[in-house]
């Protein structure tokens, strides 16, 4: 059975950082696109990071510069650095994985096969 477990969210101030991590089990992802997504109260889930098996990343124009995805395959692990954290930035935190083994970019919802349960991502001013 495959399992995407989140951890590392948290109450933070604005201007702080976290570090989110993804832990993959039931299959290896090595070679798997992996992805970040966050839901606000409210709000539909939205894309905020992805990195192909071999280091390819894209963010959302909202977090570039601020966050940094990254990948420890042996680990079969993904990590979310998010540093000069914002009010908006407040959700919770979503790992994705797809099935399909690719270089390309993918930063649609739908194109996402397996989902975590989600961290809550909580930052006050």
């Known amino acids: 059975q495959v399992q995407l477990v989140e951890s590392g969210g948290g109450l933070v101030q604005a201007g702080d950082s976290l570090r989110l991590s993804c832990a993959a089990s039931g299959r290896t992802f090595s070679s798997n696109t992996m992805g970040w997504f966050r839901q606000a109260p409210g709000k539909e889930r939205e894309f905020v990071a992805t990195?192909?098996?071999?280091?390819?990343?894209a963010y959302a124009d909202s977090v570039k510069g601020r966050f940094t995805v990254s990948r420890d395959n042996a680990k079969n692990t993904v990590y979310l650095q998010m540093n000069s954290l914002l009010p908006e930035d407040t959700a919770v935190y979503y790992c994705a994985a797809r099935e399909s083994r690719s270089t390309v970019i993918v930063t649609t919802l739908s194109r996402y096969d397996f989902w975590g349960q989600g961290t809550q991502v909580t930052v006050y001013s």
């Open positions: 990195i192909t098996w071999n280091g390819g990343a």
